[in-house]
């Protein structure tokens, strides 16, 4: 097979996904409305006492939940995959003379619209209630750029998921029980220095935590290069592992029906 038809087979099934998206598009509230939601929460209910000022919390915190909502975009990946297979969606794709793996990266492919919605969302929001760049465009279209890869590097996790486990419900538990633990011990809402020291350590090494250092270094100024060059070990690791992991099961799946 060509590089060239795969490369079609790949976006044909990631444009299939963006098809679902314009015939539902209620399915895209959840990342319309989420950043707002939690942006009001935590800077006008929990900013005063973290940091003493909104304002000031304001610009800590939106970097931070850039990278949140993004995070929690990727579980709608696995979610999808699992319902497409209870439908029966991929057992006509696999009877069809396409790549294994274009059914997994056309099921990435097809959430890109979420992510960039969800990005899209929490900037203006966060522009409306005061929040200002202290960069310049580029350095922020990089932030941008930097969460979106770092979500579709993830999503492998939630394709690897949305094959092993039984329901969407399932899909949706356990990616709470991995996105949360990951989100909060991190320093998306507060400086690691105010934690104690064995949750410090945890926080320091959490790829979460670099991903924050590198949006916020990026948006607001400060360190670059060493938060982005881990950020990008990161999410090479996450494909190297997670992409390789679910095609084998995807092949599985696929000799045993």
């Known amino acids: 097979m ?16 963006i098809v679902k998206i314009r015939r539902h598009p209620a399915t ?18 929990f900013g005063g006492a973290i940091s003493g000022s909104t304002r000031e919390y304001l610009q800590f915190v939106l970097p931070g939940m850039l990278g949140l909502m993004t ?4 579980m709608g990946v696995g979610v999808a995959l699992n319902q497409d297979i209870e439908k029966g969606i991929f057992d006509r794709i696999r009877s069809l003379p396409t790549l294994r ?34 960069t310049g465009p580029l350095p922020v279209l990089a932030a941008c750029a930097l969460a979106l ?22 899909v949706q538990g356990l990616g709470a029980v991995i996105i949360f633990p990951l989100s909060f011990a991190s320093n998306i809402f507060v400086p690691t ?38 950020t990008l070990l990161w999410m090479a690791g996450f494909v190297a592992v997670f992409a390789p992991l679910a095609l084998r099961i995807y092949r599985r799946r696929s000799l045993t029906s």
Request: proline residues 5%.
């Open 71 to 74: 995070l929690l975009a990727t």
């Open 101 to 134: 793996i274009a059914p997994l990266v056309g099921a990435i492919g097809g959430d890109i619209v979420r992510q960039v919605v969800a990005i899209a969302a929490l900037l203006g929001f966060g522009l409306a209630l005061g929040f200002r760049f202290s």
């Open 193 to 230: 220095e105010t934690m104690p020291g064995w949750l410090a350590a945890f926080a320091e090494a959490n790829p979460v935590g670099h991903l924050m250092e590198a949006l916020r270094g990026l948006m607001l100024g400060g360190p670059v290069a060493r938060p982005v060059l881990i």
């Open 149 to 170: 890869g770092f979500a579709l590097a993830l999503s492998w996790v939630w394709v690897l998921l949305g094959l092993l486990l039984p329901n969407a419900q399932a």
């Open 28 to 45: 895209l509230a959840d990342v319309i409305f989420g950043p707002a939601i939690f942006l009001v929460l935590f800077v006008y209910v």
């Open 2 to 17: 060509t590089v060239s038809l795969a490369v079609t087979q790949c976006a044909t099934l990631a444009w299939r996904g």
